[in-house]
């Protein structure tokens, strides 16, 4: 993301012819930005550079404190319980997110379609899940999955059949799935919601007239149209995958065997640096993950111009 | 940036100061005890202290305290209860800003903050003469390494809690008096009544190294120093856990995690027939189980060898004072005061249910001799209290214990909780330990 | 990516500030089979609230005996209220108002630090502002961790772990806002407008509290909302800063209450109490959910994701 934006401005600004008295203003723009940035040093930069201190050095419990090089990124690469962690979710960025974009998607669509409905209520509804905080979710969700009170095993058991188990080894990750999915459908849909809104109608009316159908304006009008904000949906949704930490924290607690202490990447380096004692391995982890995310982000970024190069040709 | 390099040379300051501090305790420690003038200024000088605990109400102790030494203002805080607590300490002490005076630390967990000397030696406060004080087993968790690193607060002798009106219906009247008749029972629970005897959570590494510890084993060993004993795969460990995977297999108890929801049901409905659970479980199981009032029985573990009575130890806390604190007299007569006085001690028994370490109160008949309602009006606590004295004298922890359980979890847990081979998933805890050990530059034997 | 938003963006900029009017059209008639998916998938989101809400009225025998979305036997829910506010001495209502601080605070104060930064980012191109830029966006994909740590490191060597500023400082910083921010203003305020005013002699500061902010207000409102939430959900933060309870905000405090039944030793089983108390919680966030939706809508159609 980061490496696109720094030419979008700058061809701007070579576009636009200099203005009178540029040098004098830009000289403010400083002031502008300085209270943000000054807060943006302490509060990132600089945990930031301790961190990346921290992850250079290693602590024994006996002998102290020495530095180690690369030593604890060279063992975060032979970690099992990390990679471990990191392949879970990969998994549950190839499973999930195509699930709670696509419903972000078909809902965005339908509701503005004017299609459906009631859909203002609809939207609402949808949304509301978001203003739920992920401790109160989760905990929620954890009563909702009980294998032998919770009503969707009742339910089950009422039908006859055996109730899916939503906590155990198998089924957790589903159900962690389904938790972040009833969480940010919402949230995601209205951001693309009010991408759709923002299309000029102009555009597809005509279509419309011609006889095309729903659908058709969908995928080839309006879906085209708002793909930055989906594409913006798709890099918030890596990231946050690759950064999960409240679900398997608090699922922990009713589910303690089936989550492992590297569940998730990032949980691993809450357990690491908290009940291992380790800040300095953790800390590369973190880092290590970090860089993950890096690379995803800008993988999904590069196929997403790609295809649309691919769609212009 | 500026600010932050300033803030990190205050802290190099401060740490200074502290390290210079714990220099003088430690020659304390060699000079004679506290001078009563010493005591008598320090408790009459107004002096504030801190204090983490997440035993419920214990204000009503601290208040008691604070009448006794009016210059003495105690802030009581809970930071979180077990794992968090010790998270938060650590952090606290590790930053050198924020710790507490005197915390609860339970017995397991006092070796991994003697290891970073995070502990005051009580010994030259006065505290070398309280071991006859407190049970043998109980006052040899505190007093480790040629010192008294806390004043025992509560314990947890194992016993077994069942149900009596279960039990009956699968045709015992009485507890079954060892293992062998506790495997034979637990078939015909099964069998008449649907219920398991009893469940043992396969996330609770604390119950189950009770029950090495009623077996007489020492799978663990630290000698204050360097070395660590690693020992948790013995034949004697596999005999245990090999006769509860065979259980589990058979399906005649269950492994479900403990403290869910889940399990707080299966407790309430007789799903398990019964608990094998220190001396905090009865009020525990008043609480959780009203409706099964008066369906309880008390007794001892089942036995391994009948002809000699044995148990461990599960749970339990004591109070520690830091290293760092400023106010040590003041620290440890807290420590002391509501651990050792009887209006406190007697308090902690009958109203917060902490069942007690301290001999004066074990052996109080308006302790042992009440009977309770919840439990066909037996004598609970006349029950536990001898089982008390029945409990392995020595038992050892690693300084580590916080990585020992989470390790059992990922090993032992999670074979036991898919009934799979949790007796060579030992091999791979004792493993884990090993290699944990000696990556933290620890000598194992 | 934000390149190829510009792109679109500065085709049809001008008419994509305010979301069009919704003309109902002839033709454009309601489908039955549309409802009914768009409904089913409503009801999905709403239904566990519905079980919270439900579950909340039961004391905690019923809870676990009765059918989860139906009443059961008894009606407990003003003895469960009871039970929350009456917890440690009221510390729920403690809790709340925590929230209250720590949320508002850090959501106006960082909405305005946002607002500040994205207008000089967007408006006046200094030595440097590309790669500060680029730099604040890069901070969006930092784990948590990678930060949380350090910064309790370096907050309690200042002495200010434990302190309400160790939650809001921290919470000041929203590099997503400066980017939605940056974006908005860039197409909100004309160039035209601010030339003008330095015609007329304003200065750039005065020019900007008078003028451009209030053509900034929908995308700060969005930012404040997003902020506003972002703080409100915080767990891990106040959980590694915080020790007394009496400075919790309701998440921390609602995982504590729920803990404090298990790891033994005169623990008490408070199911009802928690489950009420987490209802209690999500009601005011969703009544003020219901009320400002529209801004969320119209700061987001502006600013940060049109083409």
Redesign the interface.
Known sequence: ??????????R??ARSKP?R??AR?????????L???V??????????G??AY?SLFEE????GEAFVGLKNFAEALMDEAFLGGVGRMALFLVIQVPIMLG?ALF?AL??D???????R??R??????????????T??????Y??????IA?GFEALGLTPPDMLG?SGILGSMMNIVT?EY??YNM??M???L?????ELYEAAAIDGASQIRIALSIKIP?????I??TV?FSV?GT??L??EP??LD??????I??GFT??FY???V?????D?NY??A???L??LV??VM?YVV?LSS?RA?RKVRR | ?A??GTAAAFSIIATGCSAGDDGGTGEASASPEVATDEFDEAMSTPTKLTFWTWVPDIENQVALFEEAYPEIDVTVENVGQG?EHY?KL??AIESGEGAPDVAQIEYQYIPSFT??ESLLDLTPYGAGELGSDYVEWVWNQVAVNDGVWAIPQDTGPMGNLYRTDILKEAGYDAPPATYDEYAEAAKQVKEKTGSYISNLA??EPTQMVALLWQAGLEPFGYDGA?TVTIDVNSDGAKDVVQYWQDLAQADLVSTD?G????WF??IANGNYAGWLVPAWGPIFLQGTAEATSGKWGAAPLPQWDASTEVSGNWGGSSDAVLASTENPIAAYELARWINAEPEPTTMFAQEQFLFPAALSVLEDPEFTDAGVEFFGGQQVNKIFAEISATVNPEFQWL??M??AY?SY??TV??AL??KGDAVSALDDWQQQLVD?AT????TVQ | ??????A?AAS?AA??HK??P?R?RRG?????A??V???A??L???L??V??AI?STKDTSD???T???WFGDSFALWDNIQGVFGYKDGIFGRWALNTLLYAGVSAVGASF??T??G???A?????G???????????????????A???Y??FSSAGLTNTVWAII??S??S?FG?FLMRVYSADAVPDSLI?AA?VDGAG??RT?FTVAFRLLVPGFITVLLFAL?AT??N??LPLIMLNSSDLYP??VG??QM??AG?SGGGGEVLFST??TG?FI??VP??V???FL?RY???G???G????
């Open positions: 993301m980061a490496v696109t934006t720094v030419d979008a401005p700058a701007r600004a203005s008295g540029k203003h830009s000289a403010v723009g400083y002031l502008f930005v209270p943000f940035m807060l943006f040093v302490a509060m990132v930069l600089v945990p930031l301790y961190s921290l024994k419990l006996i002998g419903l809902l339908a509701i379609s004017g299609r459906t409905r009631a859909s209520s609809a609402l509804l949808a949304f509301m899940p978001y203003a739920v905080p992920g401790v109160v979710a905990l929620m969700w954890g009563y909702l009980g294998p032998d009170f919770g009503p009742q080894e009833w459908v919402g209205i951001i919601y009010a991408a809104r923002s299309i000029p109608t149209a708002i793909r930055p904000a594409m913006l890099i990231i690759f950064q930490f409240n924290a608090l607690s009713i589910a303690p065997v089936v492992t202490n990447p990032n380096a809450y357990n640096a908290f009940v291992n004692q800040v953790a800390a982890i973190a880092f993950l970090g995310i890096a982000s970024q111009q649309e | 940036m600010l932050a794992l998270q650590r952090s290891l970073t396969a996330n360097e995690a403290w869910t929801d889940n049901q299966n300084p580590f916080e990585f989470s979890n990922e847990g999670v909780e898919k944990y990556e933290q530059g620890f | 990516m934000t390149a190829t938003m510009n679109g049809s008419g994509l979301p069009r919704r109902h454009r008639e309601r489908s039955t549309l409802s998916i768009v409904w998938l409503a999905y989101f709403l566990p609230l079980w919270l579950a809870l676990f005996s059918f989860g979305f630090l946002a500040l930064a207008y000089g980012f408006k006046y191109g200094f030595r502002s590309n790669l500060m830029f680029s730099i604040v966006l890069g901070a969006i994909m930092i784990p948590l961790t990678a930060l740590l350090p910064t490191l370096l400082v921290p000041l910083v590099p400066v030339e330095r750039e500061f900007f939430v409100w959900n767990y891990f309701l998440t609602l995982a729920q803990s298990t928690v489950i987490s919680s999500i966030l969703i003020a959910f219901l939706q969320w809508q119209s987001l159609s502006a940060s994701v049109k083409g």
